[in-house]
């Protein structure tokens, strides 16, 4: 048996040995600008704290814009200082009727908002048993086993307009528009969530098609002058075949080896690669998809549409729910008949994004309503305006706007974590989707019932701003309003 004194001097050996490696990992996370907090990434991680400032925001639309056969993809410039210190990413699907868009899985946790149209959504989930298979296929394979399935494969969704779907990291996922109307989709990345253990550049992993090279992420890439608006052809007969393609991730590997790995012939391994397909990554159906879909009853039916409650039983990791509907009014957290509507989703009534770390926000604002000042208290909120328009400011911790302008459709916004932010409703009202990077994230409203300035003794109110009593009462209790302010609805007491 070991001696005291040598169990003394490997003790001391292996506390001198971990606090050099210690000191040698923080020297090459600090060469590389990553901070790390109880062993999780920093939002900007891989740029000093001095480059995430956010002194200047903007309403952003979209910077570059890739064509397929079936549709556009709409894409932002990850280098903008809103995206980049977020650590997020934001891109737009445009699905035209028919139109597939193909598989693929990503680096990062995302949020899916359906825009506009309905259509179909199919996610792989490792490990998860193929479930739908028809009646007669079943009774087929006891009469004589040697027959296989004609198909069988996981749950595939109906979305509509409203949807908020969430994805993990790495699950391959599709969408169809099975509609006359077009299917949008307005997708936010997650990059700096710890499940995405590359960097902080967005990557999308396609099992099919040929992609065009801008539709990945190209953070640090490009800068400024860098990205050019515009349309990248990628239509048959177009200039999609001189364009810069990515490939799907068939494509490195060798034909014996696809050929051996899915027991087929090394022709249909050489298919799988898609090189000389130009349609880009939102292919045209020729015919209607066909898969399986259960039929609703009326009382199934009636029930997706108003949304159909968890009972907690179906929660498996394999059935676990997806998506959740928040354009539904009936559904509103906050509602005020005067100024508008707001629905939350978050790991209270969609389970998975708690592993996610994201959750999103619908807010209605109804003509020249006002949404009360406030500061996100545990998350950053980067906006997607889907209808009308209005004004937006943002103020930063030295009580300087960095945002004071117009927002209308189409554009993305970021409210930084902690800075305070107010929205007013222009003449046709304003809507907006709020991506936040927390599964629960919380506001602190400045004005209103429920607002700070409300908890705030008179005294400490009065004193604070050097105003009498009297005024104090009134900057303390003339808006009585939770949230969302109706216009024109000062009290008694005017200026």
């Known amino acids: 048996m070991a001696s005291v004194p040598s169990l003394l001097s490997l003790s001391l050996c292996l506390l001198v040995l971990s606090h050099a490696c210690s000191a040698q990992l923080e020297q090459v996370t600090s060469q590389h600008g990553w901070t790390r907090v109880r062993g999780e990434q920093r939002r900007g991680e891989g740029?000093?704290?001095?480059?995430?400032?956010?002194?200047?925001?903007?309403?952003?639309?979209?910077?570059?814009?890739?064509?397929?056969?079936?549709?556009?993809?709409?894409?932002?410039?990850?280098?903008?200082?809103?995206?980049?210190?977020?650590?997020?990413?934001?891109?737009?699907?445009?699905?035209?009727?028919?139109?597939?868009?193909?598989?693929?899985?990503?680096?990062?946790?995302?949020?899916?908002?359906?825009?506009?149209?309905?259509?179909?959504?199919?996610?792989?989930?490792?490990?998860?048993?193929?479930?739908?298979?028809?009646?007669?296929?079943?009774?087929?394979?006891?009469?004589?086993?040697?027959?296989?399935?004609?198909?069988?494969?996981?749950?595939?969704?109906?979305?509509?307009?409203?949807?908020?779907?969430?994805?993990?990291?790495?699950?391959?996922?599709?969408?169809?528009?099975?509609?006359?109307?077009?299917?949008?989709?307005?997708?936010?990345?997650?990059?700096?969530?710890?499940?995405?253990?590359?960097?902080?550049?967005?990557?999308?992993?396609?099992?099919?098609?040929?992609?065009?090279?801008?539709?990945?992420?190209?953070?640090?890439?490009?800068?400024?002058?860098?990205?050019?608006?515009?349309?990248?052809?990628?239509?048959?007969?177009?200039?999609?075949?001189?364009?810069?393609?990515?490939?799907?991730?068939?494509?490195?590997?060798?034909?014996?080896?696809?050929?051996?790995?899915?027991?087929?012939?090394?022709?249909?391994?050489?298919?799988?690669?898609?090189?000389?397909?130009?349609?880009?990554?939102?292919?045209?159906?020729?015919?209607r998809l066909q898969f399986l879909t259960p039929e609703f009853s009326e009382e199934e039916r009636s029930e997706y549409q108003r949304g159909r409650p968890a009972n907690g039983v179906e929660e498996t990791f394999c059935s676990a729910r997806l998506k959740q509907n928040i354009n539904d009014p009936s559904r509103a957290d906050v509602y005020n008949p005067r100024a508008g509507r707001i629905t939350s989703v978050n790991s209270h009534n969609l389970p998975i994004l708690r592993s996610l770390r994201l959750s999103a926000q619908k807010g209605h604002l109804y003509q020249n309503a006002i949404m009360a000042p406030h500061w996100n208290m545990n998350a950053h909120s980067i906006c997607y305006f889907t209808r009308g328009s209005?004004?937006?400011?943002?103020?930063?911790?030295?009580?300087?706007?960095?945002?004071?302008?117009?927002?209308?459709?189409?554009?993305?916004?970021?409210?930084?974590h902690n800075f305070a932010v107010v929205k007013r409703a222009g003449g046709e009202g304003l809507e907006w989707v709020a991506f936040k990077t927390n599964d629960q994230a919380k506001i602190s409203q400045l004005a209103g019932r429920v607002s700070s300035m409300r908890a705030f003794p008179e005294e400490v109110i009065a004193n604070s701003f050097q105003v009498s009593r009297e005024e104090a009462r009134r900057l303390k209790f003339n808006r009585d309003e939770v949230t969302l302010f109706s216009p024109g609805s000062r009290s008694q007491y005017r200026a």
């Open 390 to 416: 209005g004004r937006v400011q943002i103020v930063d911790e030295n009580g300087r706007s960095v945002f004071d302008g117009e927002v209308r459709e189409g554009q993305i916004l970021t409210a930084p």
């Open 47 to 287: 740029y000093s704290l001095d480059e995430c400032q956010f002194s200047r925001l903007s309403a952003r639309e979209p910077d570059r814009r890739v064509t397929s056969e079936a549709g556009v993809t709409d894409v932002w410039d990850e280098n903008d200082d809103q995206f980049r210190c977020a650590g997020a990413a934001a891109l737009r699907h445009t699905i035209e009727e028919r139109g597939l868009l193909l598989p693929a899985y990503t680096n990062a946790p995302k949020l899916v908002y359906v825009d506009q149209g309905q259509g179909y959504h199919g996610a792989a989930i490792p490990g998860c048993a193929e479930t739908f298979q028809s009646q007669e296929e079943s009774q087929q394979q006891q009469q004589d086993p040697r027959q296989g399935f004609r198909d069988q494969h996981q749950k595939i969704r109906k979305v509509r307009e409203g949807d908020i779907i969430a994805l993990p990291a790495g699950v391959a996922d599709w969408f169809y528009n099975d509609a006359q109307t077009p299917l949008v989709l307005v997708q936010i990345m997650d990059t700096s969530n710890p499940a995405n253990q590359l960097d902080n550049n967005f990557r999308k992993f396609f099992l099919a098609g040929n992609p065009q090279q801008q539709i990945q992420g190209q953070r640090g890439q490009f800068s400024g002058q860098g990205f050019q608006r515009g349309e990248s052809q990628s239509r048959r007969g177009g200039s999609g075949s001189q364009e810069q393609r990515s490939g799907n991730i068939f494509q490195g590997f060798d034909e014996q080896f696809l050929a051996e790995a899915f027991n087929v012939d090394t022709d249909l391994a050489r298919r799988m690669k898609n090189e000389n397909d130009n349609r880009g990554v939102i292919v045209r159906v020729e015919d």
